[in-house]
């Protein structure tokens, strides 16, 4: 496949993917690769998202774009004709986001994939596997929806909507058939779990909030959403108690009925920021018995600790500080961690699928498998002529396959023509597609040959070296 | 009786399996509620050969019950084996019934030992259809046994709850969140298992230590032997589990004291059978 189709092979000679007729490229960067402090000046708030989709797609050297920004990264995501210049432009665009980085700064930030290399990114970052905590849930969601601003401002073509959508239904797969997201690993689901294990279902059962700590409150969402019957929330700072029972539905109560709230409730969570402890064992021992021996749950999240360690050894009192819950979802992280290893099977096979399917729209091995059709197809039904007829000259059968050759080489000059000279222009893509599927081409028809995302290995890659 | 010889040896064998792949199943890592197929599958073998060996080894033992009970003519348990394959038999029926219903796998690691260990005393025990005095015959007899045996059962489920709740109340203040910790059902409902068992088993062996009572009457000629140990014994363990029962609704002994009373309450059951003629 000797086609060099690409005027501006200079800058890169020899590079096998300058071959290419079209590439996916990716230029990101996350938590692993960059502090907050750049990741927030490179973010692109929803407000701005659709000026940034079209800053990126006016690049001439951009086809198509996408681009994804949580507060954990930043992906920009784009078919380019040329790599080379794909990249440039991205990293143009990234650049010009936040005008007033320095370039030195932001540039060891990123990363680059390309071609298969980029699909697998996507498909892992969809599938929460390249997230902070693996297999977390909102990853998917965030990325649905940076693909539907994508498609409302119609910087995604043919390529991009058929990468995003697969890789949509790959991040699908893996949660269905994996385990990856099916244990917590939140500290406050942890907590949640751990009142299942002494309350069973928590429905009926009252939670008492002491504190207003952000944490805390997270920790009290996750009960409400269990349906327990109320949730008490007392604070030192009354209207902050007031205020917070109104934002979660529960019932505020001052500080100073913290023992006669505590014989009430059946999960206390302490989340007060007091410089010492708040809750001690005498004041525990009372209100267990005035329980009655009912099992009491307390949550310390407060560091300092604002509960006295040593309650937990007082009869039906189960006290975990912040270090517990995060030992009880250790075990689920692990398990997440092996069940990642059976969700990045999934994914190399999905992107396998991807790029034999990017493959196929290669504009050189299509005109290949598109002749190489016609003449099986002519020369099936010669053979199958010849067979009825019988008895010809070798001269009768010359002329009837140079007939046959010629009508069928008559009948695709065009097509082959319109592919040649449209593959390069703006809607390239479709009429390679749409020659795909007219002529059911699936089949790529050399798969070992010197194809585009083969040259994987070959990148002059600037991963830099922190990521995993 | 060839043929219950028979049962109760292939009942002693299954039970012996069922334990052992229950006791595996203890340490067998399994998640529950996972969406997957592909669950942790030595979890999941152990627990399939115990349901499966534990439900052959209740059908065995049951034929060895009736065709004992057919050889015998009446419905006795009058002898430590039978009283003990009895008991044995009828745990591991309220397992299969638990089992059924809610899927406790792990509830059989802990009743299937107690059912295997209480089937292997009576096995050890003299097993011969003995003669009893027409006079020490009657329905009271059957009345008293069978009660009181119903009785202990109950307090065997409430010794195994309680045993499970202190188990996983240990695991829980330790902070231990092993495959066991996993599979163990919660505190609560362990504790609602607790005091359902000795609700029951409370008025089951009342009327047992009453019918035990008048037939004793009837056949001895007084209500109450006084240098019966085995008698003097019931009575300690009826009020003990009065006394239980009596602080779980007044005072509050519910939830870790439940459990312990619970647990205690059986060391003075078990005794009782020691003193059994």
């Not at chain 1, 689901?189 to 069973?200: D, E, M, N, R, Y």
């Not at chain 2, 050889?71 to 044995?88: K, N, P, T, W």
């Not at chain 2, 779980?248 to 003075?268: E, N, P, Q, S």
Request: hydrophobic share 50%.
């Amino acid at each position: 496949m000797p086609a060099q189709r690409t005027p501006t092979q200079d800058d890169h000679k020899g590079c096998p993917y300058d071959q290419i007729s079209m590439n996916v490229l990716l230029v990101g960067l996350n938590y692993r690769t960059a502090p907050v402090a750049i990741r927030e000046r490179l973010a692109i708030s929803e407000e701005r998202l659709g000026e940034a989709l079209y800053r990126l797609t006016a690049d001439p050297a951009i086809e198509e774009g996408f681009i994804l920004s949580t507060c954990n990264r930043v992906e920009v995501c784009a078919v380019a004709r040329e790599t080379t210049a794909g990249f440039a432009a991205l990293q143009r665009f990234l650049l010009a986001t936040a005008p007033n980085l320095p370039a030195d700064q932001a540039l060891p930030c990123l990363y680059f994939y390309m071609g298969g290399e980029s699909l697998r990114h996507l498909l892992r970052v969809a599938s929460g596997l390249d997230s902070l905590v693996i297999g977390e849930p909102q990853i998917l969601g965030q990325v649905k929806e940076a693909f539907e601003a994508a498609l409302r401002h119609k910087t995604t073509g043919i390529l991009l909507n058929k990468v995003m959508r697969q890789t949509l239904s790959t991040a699908k797969r893996v949660r269905t058939e994996t385990q990856i997201a099916t244990h917590a690993v939140s500290i406050s689901s942890a907590a949640v779990t751990l009142a299942k294990k002494i309350f069973g279902e928590l429905q009926g059962r009252v939670a008492l909030l002491i504190g207003a700590g952000e944490m805390a409150e997270l920790a009290a969402r996750h009960l409400v959403s269990q349906r327990i019957a109320s949730l008490v929330i007392t604070n030192r700072n009354y209207e902050r108690a007031v205020d917070l029972a109104q934002a979660l539905g529960g019932t505020p109560a001052p500080f100073e009925d913290l023992i006669a709230r505590m014989v009430e409730s059946d999960i206390v969570i302490c989340s007060a920021g007091a410089p010492h402890y708040l809750i001690g064992v005498a004041e525990v021992a009372r209100v267990v018995a005035a329980r009655e021996n009912r099992p009491i749950f307390f949550i310390d999240i407060s560091v300092p600790r604002n509960i006295d360690p040593a309650i937990n050894t007082l009869d039906n009192v189960f006290l975990y500080d912040i270090d517990d819950l995060k030992i009880a979802v250790e075990g689920n992280v692990r398990l997440r961690e092996v069940e990642a290893l059976k969700a990045e099977a999934i994914i190399s096979e999905e992107a396998e699928r991807l790029s034999r399917w990017l493959k196929s729209l290669d504009t050189v091995p299509m005109i290949v498998a598109l002749r190489d059709r016609a003449e099986e197809i002519r020369s099936a039904e010669v053979e199958k002529a010849l067979g009825k007829i019988g008895g010809l000259t070798p001269e009768q059968k010359a002329a009837l396959d140079g007939v046959t050759t010629a009508i069928v080489n008559k009948l695709l000059h065009h097509p082959l023509t319109v592919l040649k000279a449209e593959a390069a222009s703006a809607n390239g893509n479709m009429i390679l597609e749409a020659a795909r599927r007219l002529f059911q081409l699936q089949e790529i028809p050399t798969p070992d040959g010197p194809g585009f995302l083969e040259a994987d290995a070959d990148i002059p890659d600037r991963r830099p070296p922190s990521r995993r | 009786m060839i043929a219950s010889a028979f049962f109760f040896k292939a009942t002693l064998l299954f039970y012996l399996l069922g334990t052992t792949f229950f006791l595996l199943h203890l340490w067998g890592r399994e998640r529950p509620g996972a969406a997957g197929s592909n669950a942790a599958a030595d979890g999941r073998w152990s627990r399939l050969f115990a349901i499966g060996a534990t439900a052959a080894g209740f059908l065995c033992h049951t034929a060895a019950l009736a065709t004992r009970i057919h050889a015998v003519g009446d419905v006795l348990f009058a002898d430590r084996h039978e009283a003990l394959s009895f008991v044995s038999w009828a745990m591991v029926l309220v397992f299969l019934c638990i089992e059924m219903r809610r899927r406790l796998h792990i509830l059989g690691s802990f009743i299937l030992p107690l059912a295997f260990l209480s089937l292997v005393s009576a096995s050890a025990l003299p097993n011969e259809v003995r003669n009893l005095n027409r006079t020490l015959k009657s329905t009271w007899l059957g009345v008293h046994t069978t009660l009181s045996l119903l009785g202990i059962v109950a307090f065997a489920l409430a010794f195994v709850s309680g045993l499970m709740y202190l188990t996983q109340e240990r695991l829980l203040k330790a902070k231990r969140f092993g495959p066991l910790y996993d599979k163990m059902p919660s505190l609560d409902l362990l504790d609602q298992w607790n005091a359902m068992a000795i609700l029951t088993g409370f008025p089951l062996f009342t009327l047992g230590i009453i019918a035990g009572a008048l037939w004793s009457q009837y056949a001895v000629g007084a209500l109450w032997a006084i240098d019966d140990p085995k008698q003097i014994l019931a009575i300690g363990v009826w009020l003990f589990y009065l006394m239980t029962l009596h602080g779980r609704v007044t005072i509050g002994w519910r939830a870790k004291r439940a459990a312990r009373l619970a647990v205690a309450g059986f060391f003075g059951v078990m005794l009782i059978f020691l003193t059994l003629s």
